[in-house]
């Protein structure tokens, strides 16, 4: 089945702790991305990456890092994780943009519920 | 920069009923606009998309058309079921290649199908 799977479902953490939140898709993208989810805020980005050479920031990339070392895979790392940080992060994959078509769109996983107390 | 405005909700609706979700958006260029949909716990699935004006995205039932004139993306189901109660975005795409993939999404509106 085609997917974008990210762990864990759930987590607690506490302040300051390192943590890592993994992805991967099986679809062969080029294209991945986080976004974080906030009542009242809606989705933001955090982080892009167009293959594996390249990543870019999103709307809201402090207090995140990524690495994109292969096609399939986008960890999300919080070095130091605080309060202002718990969320609903969702990982998501997309084939290439082709100038001709537009962007196809995004495939989302399911999400990770993030909580830092 | 980009952006993407749409309705306010909660909208509550009868089933059967017509829906009309509206969605504008600024954006320089040409963006592909979409609409995607997150049933409860779950994750953003793509309902409709379209890449140029005067589109028409269309996908179980719903329908969405591409107007550059108003830039608008407005959301329309002529009947719709209680199983379509969900949480319903708009959004758009970069204009260019490094961009394409800076996805903007609205703030979301839930809607709420009665039986």
């Known amino acids: 089945e085609a997917q974008v799977t990210q762990n864990p479902r759930y987590l607690i953490t506490v302040t300051g702790k390192k943590l890592t939140v993994t992805c991967s898709q099986n679809?062969?993208?080029?294209?991945m991305s986080w976004y974080r989810q906030d009542p009242g805020l809606g989705l933001r980005q955090i982080y892009y990456?167009?293959?594996?050479?390249?990543?870019d920031k999103g709307d809201v990339p402090e207090g995140y890092k990524v690495s994109r070392k292969e096609k399939r895979n986008f960890p999300l790392i919080l070095e130091s994780p605080s309060p202002n940080q718990t969320s609903l992060y969702f990982c998501?994959?997309?084939?290439?943009?082709?100038?001709?078509?537009?962007?196809?769109?995004?495939?989302f996983g399911s999400g990770t519920r993030l909580t830092v107390v | 920069g980009n952006s993407v405005t749409q309705m306010e909700g909660p909208v509550t609706l009868s089933e059967e009923a017509f829906l009309t979700i509206n969605c504008t958006y600024t954006?320089?260029?040409?963006?592909?606009l979409f609409w995607y949909v997150q049933y409860p716990g779950e994750g953003l699935q793509l309902l409709l998309k379209?890449?140029?004006?005067?589109d028409k995205g269309s996908n179980k039932g719903f329908e969405a058309t591409y107007r550059k004139e108003t830039t608008s993306f407005h959301l329309e189901k002529g009947s719709v079921q209680v199983s379509d109660s969900a949480v319903y975005f708009c959004?758009?795409?970069?204009?260019?290649?490094?961009?394409?993939?800076?996805?903007?999404f609205g703030s979301g509106t839930r809607l709420s199908i009665r039986p």
């Open positions: 379209a890449t140029k004006a005067d």
């Open positions: 990456s167009m293959n594996v050479e390249v990543t």
């Open positions: 998501a994959s997309s084939p290439e943009y082709t100038p001709g078509q537009g962007f196809y769109g995004y495939t």
């Open positions: 679809m062969n993208h080029e294209y």
């Open positions: 954006a320089t260029g040409y963006p592909s």
């Open positions: 959004a758009l795409s970069g204009t260019s290649y490094s961009s394409a993939s800076k996805i903007i």
